[in-house]
C-alpha cells in the first residue's frame, strides 16, 4: 500500500524548531482541550496539497502547501492607553513568528528536511468578531514545497 504524507510529522517538526529557537509552539486551530495561556500561536493547514505540474508518481511527488500562523494575546485592557495593545501586540509576536521562517538558519533547516520555504504572507489583523472583546490575534501564511517520497510496488509488465 502507499502511504500518504505525513502531516503531523511535519507540524512536529517545525513546532519543536520554533518551541527550541522562540520558546513558543503552536497549536492546531480549533483543537479540543484546555485553553492555552496568553500569548500562544496557532497554524491551520490552508491547503494540504497545491499540484506544481508534472511530477514523478511512481516513487515521490512534489507539491506545496499552505499554512497559516495565528498569535494570540490577551484584549483586556486596564486603561484608556492600552486599549489597542491588544492589536498590536499580536501583530508584534505574529511578525516575531514570521521573522523566525526568514532567517537563514531556519531557511536552511527547512531545505535540509525536504520541506524549503517558497513564500511568507505579510502580517494581518486575524481578530475574529465574535472574540475580540477577550483576544486579539493577528497572523501570516507560509507556503512549502514538500516532495512525498514514495514507492509504487506494483508489477508492471515489461518486454
Known amino acids: 500500500m502507499i502511504q500518504a504524507f505525513d502531516y503531523n510529522e511535519l507540524m512536529a517538526k517545525i513546532n519543536d ?11 492546531p486551530q480549533g483543537s479540543q482541550g484546555e485553553a492555552e495561556e496568553y500569548p500562544f500561536f496557532t497554524y ?10 508534472a511530477t514523478d508518481n511512481v516513487s515521490g511527488e512534489v507539491f506545496e502547501m499552505l499554512i497559516e500562523y495565528d498569535a494570540h494575546v490577551s484584549d483586556v485592557a486596564s486603561s484608556d492607553d492600552d486599549m489597542f495593545a491588544g492589536s498590536t501586540g499580536a501583530a508584534t509576536l505574529a511578525n516575531n513568528l514570521r521573522k523566525f521562517f526568514t532567517i537563514s538558519d ?32 493577528a ?21
Request: aromatic share 10%; net charge negative; glycine share 6%.
Open 17 to 27: 524548531k520554533m518551541d527550541e529557537k522562540m520558546g513558543y509552539s503552536a497549536f
Open 44 to 53: 491551520e493547514i490552508i491547503n494540504a496539497h497545491m499540484g506544481i505540474g
Open 106 to 137: 531556519i531557511s536552511n533547516w527547512a531545505f535540509l528536511n525536504g520541506f524549503p520555504i517558497i513564500d511568507i504572507s505579510d502580517v494581518t489583523d486575524t481578530t475574529n468578531i465574535i472574540s475580540m472583546q477577550v483576544e486579539r490575534s
Open 139 to 159: 497572523g501570516f501564511q507560509v507556503r512549502l514545497r514538500i516532495k512525498d517520497t514514495f514507492k509504487d510496488e506494483k508489477e508492471y509488465i515489461t518486454q
